[in-house]
T-cell receptor
């Protein structure tokens, strides 16, 4: 099976712009979670989608949003970018049932100038 | 509050030496515990996981971890480290929908 794929891999934006990142889960997986990784804050949970519904949400401002499509692919959007949004954004997929493992993609590295 | 503590930010070992990376957690329910490894510029690769049963779990690349409920610990071990093990290691607790990660331990391996 192909692993989790994320596009694009690298992105440069300027403050105030918005950005959309994409994640394609492992075939058959219905849950997609998003994480932000920064040197200062480490790995932080953003949100999780299961069957097109947001099931859990982390402690991030409303500028961070996401959605999931019927084929389980997910997108996350960050509006009005700030310098502090520069990070590696990781998505992970799982079957969505209790106790299942999350498998991570390679990440999208976002640089905000 | 749910949290994971990895007390060692950076560990340096010689190739062939044994390794133990520490992880302590705080979690309200019976935890699902994971160790992931990240090489520079890469995503996270699962090394091993504990859900229930035998408290000593085996993973990939010769790693193992032991769950100790009384100590709220899930330490990662390897009897003989290889130069290719140099990476950052993350302990995590949680479930399918959300993982809480420790701050990571960077492993450096000297020949």
């Amino acid at each position: 099976k192909a692993g989790v794929t994320q596009t694009p891999r690298y992105l440069i934006k300027t403050r105030g712009q918005q950005v959309t990142l994409s994640c394609s889960p492992i075939s058959g997986h219905r849950s997609v979670s998003w994480y932000q990784q920064t040197p200062g804050q480490g790995l932080q949970f953003l949100f999780e989608y299961f069957s097109e519904t947001q099931r859990n949400k982390g402690n991030f401002p409303g500028r961070f949003s996401g959605r999931q499509f019927s084929n389980s692919r997910s997108e996350m959007n960050v509006s009005t970018l700030e310098l502090g949004d520069s990070a590696l954004y990781l998505c992970a997929s799982s079957g969505g049932q209790g106790g299942e493992t999350q498998y991570f993609g390679p990440g999208t590295r976002l640089l905000v100038l | 509050a749910q949290s994971v503590t990895q007390p060692d930010i950076h560990i340096t070992v010689s190739e062939g030496a044994s390794l133990e990376l520490r992880c302590n957690y705080s979690y309200g329910a019976t935890p699902y515990l994971f160790w992931y490894v990240q090489s520079p510029g890469q995503g996270l690769q699962l090394l091993l996981k504990y859900f229930s049963g035998d408290t000593l779990v085996q993973g990939i690349k010769g790693f193992e971890a032991e769950f100790k409920r009384s100590q709220s610990s899930f330490n990662l071990r390897k009897p003989s480290v290889h130069w290719s093990d140099a990476a950052e290691y993350f302990c995590a607790v949680g479930n399918t929908d959300k993982l809480i990660f420790g701050t990571g331990t960077r492993l450096q391996v000297f020949p």
